[in-house]
């Protein structure tokens, strides 16, 4: 592996890294203000997503690197599946209109977190990869990887949560994020934008709830 090749890789690590961290100290700053609840855990996790999300955005668009998040062209079949999941998001949100704090996890849970790691993944991590490798499926692989191995960061959220065995809860964390990434990959290999995934993500979360 070249040099240039070896500087990406490892400021593609350090970014993910740094965005864990940081969400890490943003909820932790939250908590100093508010009592931490399960509750209230994942609404600091959902803020601090939010802002690490903006940033992202922010630099990517200063530095001009692309985070392809749109398709070139907005057909049909893309007006299609938008309709559907947001009937989807809004039958779900009227089924806990009553429950103030369900409408808010449903939201973090199908909105925020998959914009948040799509746009990481799907198009930040993934175009970068995509300029080393010869071959699509290298890139395809080595994002599901890392998708998978960044579950890990969360370990702070999943500690305070469970009450089981948090090595058994970490290794299916993993696990899951192995297989969503196999499916997202496979998108976004088809489609080429992040889009796509952000949606199937979202319904993902949506029907895993």
Same mark, same amino acid.
Request: aromatic share 14%; net charge positive.
């Given at each position: ?63 001009? &690197?692309?985070? #392809?998040? =749109?398709?070139?062209?907005? /057909?049909? %079949?893309? !007006?299609? +599946? ?16 009553? &429950?103030?704090? #369900?409408? =808010?996890?449903?939201?973090? /849970?199908? %909105?925020? !977190?998959? +914009? ?28 599901? %990887? ?64």
């Amino acid at each position: 592996m070249t040099g240039s090749k070896t500087k990406t890789i490892y400021g593609i690590l350090f970014l993910l890294v740094t965005l864990q961290l940081l969400r890490f100290i943003i909820k932790q700053g939250v908590f100093l203000f508010v009592e931490r609840t399960n509750f209230s855990d994942r609404m600091a996790s959902l803020l601090a997503m939010a802002i690490l999300l903006g940033l992202l955005i922010l630099i990517a668009r200063i530095r001009r &690197e692309p985070l #392809s998040v =749109f398709p070139v062209k907005f /057909s049909g %079949l893309y !007006i299609v +599946a938008t309709i559907v999941f947001a009937l989807v998001l809004i039958s779900s949100l009227t089924l806990f209109s009553n &429950e103030k704090h #369900s409408i =808010f996890l449903l939201i973090y /849970s199908c %909105l925020v !977190i998959p +914009a948040f790691e799509e746009l990481i993944f799907r198009g930040y991590v993934w175009n970068k990869l995509d300029n080393l490798f010869p071959r699509p499926w290298i890139t395809y692989s080595v994002t599901t %990887l890392l998708f998978a191995i960044w579950h890990l960061g969360y370990i702070d959220a999943l500690a305070f949560r469970t009450e089981t065995n948090l090595a058994h809860v970490m290794m299916w964390k993993v696990i899951t994020g192995f297989i969503f990434g196999i499916v997202l990959g496979a998108i976004r290999l088809k489609a080429k934008n992040c889009y796509s995934t952000i949606l199937l993500h979202g319904m993902m979360n949506m029907l895993g709830r």
